[in-house]
């Protein structure tokens, strides 16, 4: 009879596999995923040792990642893009590194006027306040800062 623990493992592994085969993980999300698939805690924790120890799972390079890819395609503030690591699991430090490099040459001003000059396009048609309501509003929820916000829409709305 052969030890159940060997395929307890490969089955985890194969999981884990499985999910990183579709796209990068943080280890939390990994072993968020383990655990949804009732997978004991023990193996959870060896799957994720083995995982990492292969070079499968690195918060620190999945965080410069996924921040790289937020800013390409759906830029947003650094207070956005720190709530967005920290949701998928990622420690403060490896956030705040990652953060601080996708930043390293750009400018938050600059980048809410690039990212409110899209938006003002699907305002076309309605009046000056509403647009500024909606620029407002949208520039909020991508996380830039208040000063850099009012600067934006004062600028792009003062025709």
């Known amino acids: 009879m052969s030890d159940p623990a060997p395929e307890a493992l490969r089955k985890a592994l194969d999981a884990a596999y499985r999910l990183l085969a579709r796209r990068a993980h943080s280890v939390a999300e990994i072993e968020t995923k383990l655990a949804d698939r009732k997978f004991p805690t023990t193996l959870i924790h060896q799957t994720i040792d083995r995982l990492t120890s292969e070079g499968y799972l690195d918060d620190g390079a999945f965080a410069r990642s ?16 720190t709530w967005e690591l920290r949701r998928k699991g990622v420690g403060r430090g490896l956030v705040e590194e990652a953060v601080e490099e996708v930043w390293a040459d750009r400018s938050e001003l ?41 600067e934006v829409v004062r600028e792009l709305t003062s025709s």
């Open 110 to 150: 600059e980048v809410a006027k690039d990212v409110a000059r899209q938006r003002l396009k699907a305002y076309r048609g309605l009046d000056a306040h509403t647009i500024r309501r909606r620029l407002k509003s949208y520039l909020e929820r991508r996380g830039f800062p208040y000063g850099d916000i009012a």
């Open 66 to 81: 996924f921040a790289r890819h937020l800013m390409e395609s759906r830029p947003m503030g650094r207070r956005r893009m």
